[in-house]
């Protein structure tokens, strides 16, 4: 029996895929050069490093939008992640791009996230801010693209990084912000995540009572549709046809408009509504206490994560608490801060 070697995935992707594709055997590289694998190509082993990497499974216990939840079906970082990861081979797909380097990009793309979400992120901030004068080396602003990438760079297995290729690099730190990633694939992710957030952020809003559907804006329902599956169908399908010529990633003006009415709606009505944020309060107060404390006490960071250089230790910090899920920084919190019963 003939087996799939990576030799014909590769022969495979040039016979399939357009021309403005990312070839994985011309991809610019790793920064360690390693053997090739024999059955799966450069991307496809990107991807494969990543699922297994600890930064990932650490996403199930991370925030995405509603803090500590109580039901089964809300999103967390890592569903989120998978559903960016869906609507982006999609689009991929049908583009004749490559879905390999797609998927590894879609699911590194959130491994920088702190916990609790992105209250989590601005109490980082503010913290960072706080230290930045007296250690210059500060990693200030914080932006969990950044953090994405030292992850997969510096952090995961054990202090030697995953070792990615430029490419995946490029499309993790680019999934946001003004600059835009080197390859079509990275641009898809870009908008994927956009998509996947918007929807699935209204459908847990509703799920929460916080929003009623009803009450979404009536011009950008009346162009996306009414309901979940519709708004994200027309979006993926409106992306693929106004970037059918490979030229660009993009949408076309009409769609795009209303995706984003519907983010700002988002933004006034969901993120920064009382009943949906009452605990982020708490939740920014204990990341805050938690960097404080390990600011002021090094020594108990954990072993392998205590700089040699006392000027790195904002970074060290940073990257411990960025690291930990909601639950961990809770129970930790706990811990350091709240008094526990005498034993009789």
């Not at 055997?25 to 390693?34: F, H, L, Q, S």
């Not at 995946?168 to 990275?186: N, S």
């Not at 898809?188 to 209204?202: C, E, G, M, P, S």
């Not at 059918?244 to 209303?258: K, N």
Request: hydrophobic share 40%.
């Amino acid at each position: 029996m003939d087996v799939m070697t990576r030799e014909a995935y590769e022969a495979e992707e040039r016979r399939r895929l357009a021309p403005q594709a990312s070839f994985s055997d011309a991809t610019r590289g790793r920064a360690k050069v390693v053997a090739l694998d024999p059955f799966r190509t450069e991307f496809q082993r990107d991807r494969d490093r990543i699922i297994h990497c600890k930064a990932f499974r650490r996403l199930s216990h991370k925030t995405q939008v509603f803090l500590s939840p109580e039901g089964d079906h809300y999103r967390t970082r890592l569903t989120h992640t998978l559903e960016v990861a869906q609507i982006a081979r999609s689009i991929a797909r049908a583009l004749r791009l490559n879905e390999d380097l797609t998927e590894a990009i879609a699911l590194g793309h959130d491994l920088g996230h702190t916990p609790f979400g992105h209250v989590g992120e601005s109490a980082l901030d503010k913290c960072l801010a706080e230290v930045a004068e007296e250690y210059p080396d500060t990693p200030y602003p914080y932006h969990h693209n950044e953090q994405s990438l030292r992850v997969v760079d510096v952090l995961e297995y054990d202090g030697k990084g995953l070792n990615l290729t430029s490419e995946v690099r490029d499309g993790i730190l680019h999934h946001t912000g003004d600059e835009r990633a080197a390859t079509l694939e990275g641009r898809i992710v870009a908008t994927a995540d956009r998509i996947a957030y918007i929807n699935h952020d209204i459908d847990d809003a509703v799920r929460g009572g916080v929003l009623d559907e009803s009450l979404l804006p009536a011009r950008p329902v009346g162009i996306l549709g009414a309901h979940h599956a519709a708004r994200i169908s027309t979006m993926v399908e409106d992306m693929i046809a106004a970037s059918s010529d490979l030229g660009d990633i993009r949408m076309s003006p009409c769609v795009h408009e209303a995706m984003m009415d519907l983010r700002q709606f988002l933004f006034d009505n969901v993120y920064f509504n009382p009943e949906a944020k009452g605990e982020e309060p708490k939740a920014r107060g204990l990341i805050e206490s938690l960097f404080r404390y390990c600011m002021a006490h090094p020594d108990e960071l954990p072993e392998d994560m205590r700089p040699d250089d006392p000027s790195q230790l904002p970074r060290a910090v940073t990257d411990y608490v960025a690291g930990m899920t909601d639950r961990f920084a809770i129970r930790l919190y706990e811990k350091l801060f709240m008094p526990k019963s005498w034993m009789v």
